[in-house]
Structure formats: C-alpha cells, structure tokens
C-alpha cells in the first residue's frame, strides 16, 4: 500500500539529539507552482461501497457492452448505473455533512472527481497534495490506483509524473469518514465527524530535483544560534544551496549529500525574536540550481526552568483557549483565511497569548496566521480518549499522522507544544504508545516542548498531578470541570493542587456550557449566568496554583458534537463555547478577559 514513506536521512548531530526519520511532504506548498484545484467537482455517495467494482467503470471507465443485436449501437445498449457527467456537484474543500442536508448524518464513502488538463514539461515533476481527507482517501488518476491515506488531518501527497497525461485528467478520490475503533481517533470523540476533501488539493510542479524540505529555527536555547536543514529530492541530490536572510544580512552556500541533504548554521545577534506582542517574521530564501523557496519565518526559543516556561529565555504564563476546527457562523469545518482570522482575532479581544488548536492539527492557514498575529499554539494529534494502544498498527497510524503534522509545520514559530495524547486512561500498553511517541517528537524536533492533556487525581480537597506519563513530558497538561462535571463551583477555590512532577503545568481544559442569550439566575443551569458562576470561582483557584502556567479555556467558540443531544438548548452543538458559533459573546468571555488582564 503506498502511502507516505519514512525518509530515514543520514544522522544529524542537533545538538545532542539525531534527526532520524521524517515524511517525504514538500515543505510550504503555497510558495511552489501550483495549479489549485479546488472549486466545484463531481460527488458520488457510495453507501455500500460497490462503486469501486469495475463493472460501474467509476475508476476505469467501462468498456462498451459486448452484446448488441443486429444493427443496435453498443452505446445505446450499454448498461450504466453511474456517471460522474451527471452526477451532483460539491465544493473542495469542504466537508459534505453542511453542504447537503442529506449527507449531515452521513458516514461512509463518496467519490468525488475532478477533470484538469495541463500539458506537463518534460524535465518537471508533479505531484498531487491534499491539505487533509477525512478521514480515509484512496485517490485514482486517469484509472491507476496512486494509493491510501488514513487520518482525517493532515496533509498527504502522491508523485504523479508517470502517471500524468498531456491534455484531459481524471481525478478520483473515495473519501470515507466511517469511525473505526480501530482509528485514530476512536469511534466516539466529541466533535462532528466532517467527511470529505475538507482542505485544498494542489497540482505542483517541481524541476526534476527540487527543494523537498527544510528546517529552520533557532537551536534550543540558543537565541543567536539558526540551525537546521535543507533536503533536496530527485537525481541531483548533491548539489550547492543557498539560504538567505537579507534582513539579517546573512547568506549561507551548503553543499547538500548524496542523499539530498545538508544543515544549515547561521549566527546573529541582530535577531528580533518573534513574541506574541512583536511576532516577527523573516523573510527567508532557499535556492538550488533549479529551484527557488521563500518562506516567512519566525525566530524564537522555548524552554522549561522547573516549573516555569521560558520564551526567549524569559517567564511567560500562557493566557488561551481552546479552538475546535468549527467555521464562526457557516459551521462545518473551517478551511479559509476568513475562517481562521475571525477565530484568532476573537482570541486576541479576550487577550490570549496562545491558543490550542484541538484535537487533531488545523489547517496550515491557521497556524501561519498564528505566526503574523502572534499567537503561541499548543498543537495535537487527535490520541483522544480510548484509543487501542496495544495494537502496532494504530501505533503506525498515529506516528504517521504525528510525522506529517510536524514535517508540515516544523517552521512555525507560533507552535511551542506538541501534544501527543488527550484524556487517555493510564494503562502500560497506553504509556509505552505514549513514551515512544514522545521519543520520536523530540528525535525529529528537538526545538519544541511535548505535552498531553492529562486527567489530575480527585481526593479529598485536593488534586493531584501523578499520571506515570508526567515524567515523560516537559509540560503538563489537564482538563478539569470542577464547577460543571464535579463539584459544585464554590468548592474550587479551597481545592489544593499538588504534583509529582516538577514541571510547568497548563489547565488545557477548563468550562461550562450555556445557551447564548439564555439569561436566568446564577443556579439556572444552561444560562449564562451558571457558566459565569462556574468561571468566576475558577479563576480564583486557578490564582492558587503554584506551578500553573497557563490556560486554555474549553472553549472559544461553540462547535458541533454528536454527544451533544438535549433539544434547544444543544441541539447537537456543545455549549462550552465563551462565543456562540453566531459569533454571539457570553457573560464568562468577559469574566476571563478580566482576569487575563490580571495575568
Ligand atoms: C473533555 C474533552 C473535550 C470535550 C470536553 C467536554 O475534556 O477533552 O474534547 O469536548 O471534555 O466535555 O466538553
């Protein structure tokens, strides 16, 4: 089966750490020539699956019937139960459950085609790239099967050069969103199992050797140190490259390896430092003897120091929330810019410096809008909750799915954390999982902090922090309800909180659900009233908590949930938002804006 293979690049010292493995994804797919193919395609829905039996000729097209009686055109006696030129359309991206009201429940397969003519260059490459299927694709082109991907975010891409045609393509893709226990994530998650092309599809075309990849950021702790790496792909892997950063006044020649590779040193005492306040962005060029890469890039460095968490070296409490990827006011998955601005900017006015993008990676729209407006990010495959950790193969999905969100955005300053699990019971199979992804976090980017959301110990007036997976992380996650899942909200601030670890930790969860514009008194629940109650008495033991250095309020904006099932006040919609999907701002919005004010 041929999905993304595992390039396992020569060693690089990094520090003391070895680059080993990484995805084969073209770094910063805007900045290549593309044709984009989004826009209207053709859809089938497949509810049983037989649109992949040759006799329907949806992959190859069919052959004529072979019997026809005296004089009869073998066209008009063809037998045709499908044709994708008549066949109903849908948008790319997007998910299919709020384009068609018929497909809102829908889960299962749906074939989507799209016919693009390009005369391809002799001497060019060409690969197709999709931003992120969910949750399962098989993609065809002019008929040949190119192969599979699993996981429903993030992006995957196909060589194409063989297989492309002069004049007229046939693209297909089956598209299948049907949970699986045996998935990741499981089949229940508290979210809406959007299915479909949900990012965009690109057409690129690369010279024959190209710059693949690349890695740029300052080495850990090192805030004049740039270090990383360039990897070329084709038959002139070794050859001279060029990195530049004119504002900086810094150019480098490396010569890249008979595997296409090469690391980069730059030093500079003249760096800005990106931060949430000035999240500057540098303008960096890569050029090869055939190809050339702009990219705008942050520089910036993230550690821990006991409990605390430095940026640039400097104390920094991490004022958040959470974000599920729901469209403000359309609803459905977001994929544009206007998607991810009004979530970000809503995330500014409540005065965040950082954002967890939840439960699974966002779009790469998002997390470069985080790096121009300055917004640190706490990044997450979507390990949710009862994954089956003692199987290798759901292991192999989830560092797959692990590698390609990092390969696609290792330069982005705005991420700090990766997080590799949310909410999993403890269990050995679920900590050796867990360890040996955490391992293989910081071997491919040793520059970041690795987190999870954990669950804290109940006891009597105090929770703890003793999940065997603390040791293992550099930062501390956990999601707490007290208010709203356990105990009444008074309670919280005579709860004390201790931890067997002595690392940074981040209440990554916190909340309360209500109803915008339902108004009542303080112990009327579904009110705004209740969920400010629950916010106002959070605040003040989260002021108690020693070690605490950060929080990501669950959640900014109201999402979509198919756990979610009280008619009128849910509706399928969990409420936990600050700001309703209508872009609506609850009473609590303000309650924790003022206490960020404070932080
Ligand atoms: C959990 C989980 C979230 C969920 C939330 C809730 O902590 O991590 O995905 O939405 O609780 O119950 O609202």
Known sequence: MKKAYLFIFGLLLFGNTEILAQVNLIQNVSARKTVLLDGVWDSQVDVVGVGSLARFGLIQDRKPTKFTYNGDNPRNTELVEQDMDVAEKINVPGDWNTQKEKLFLYEGNLWYRKKFAVIPQANKRYFLYFGAVNYEATVYLNGIKLGQHKGGFTPFQF??????????NKLLVNANNT?????????????????????????????????????????????????????????????AVNVEIPELGLKQSVQTDTTGYAVINFSSKKIQHWTPQTPKLYDVTISSANDNVKDKIGFRTIETRGTEILLNGKPIFL?????????????????????ARTLLTWAKELGSNYIRLAHYPHNEVMTRMADEMGLLVWSEVPIYWNVKFEKPEVYANAENQLLENISRDKNRASIILWSVANETNESEPRLQFLKKLLEK??????TRLTTAALLP??????????????????????????GWYTLPAELASSIKWTSKYQKPLIISEFGAEAVAGLHGKPDEIWTEEYQNRIFENQVKMLNNISFLQGTSVWVLMDFRSPLRLLPIKQDFFNRKGIVSEKGIKKMAFYTLKTWYETK
């Open 457 to 482: 110990k109940e006891g009597k007036g105090e929770f703890s922090l003793d999940d065997p997976l603390g040791e293992f992380v550099d930062v501390m996650g956990c999601n707490e309800y007290i």
């Open 179 to 239: 949970r699986g226990e045996d998935n990741i994530p499981t089949k229940i998650a508290d979210w809406w199992n959007y299915g479909g092309i949900t990012r965009s599809v690109y057409l690129i075309e690369e010279p024959e050797t190209f710059i693949a990849d690349y890695f740029i950021q300052l080495e850990k702790g090192k805030l004049s140190e740039i270090k990383g790496w360039v990897k070329m792909s084709g038959s002139q892997k070794a050859q």
């Open 441 to 446: 976090t910081k071997s491919i980017d040793p």
């Open 159 to 168: 060589e194409i050069t063989k297989e492309l045609k002069s004049g007229e």
């Open 319 to 339: 004022k958040g929330a959470a974000i599920h990827e729901e469209a403000p006011f359309r609803t459905g998955r977001c994929y544009s810019e206007g998607d």
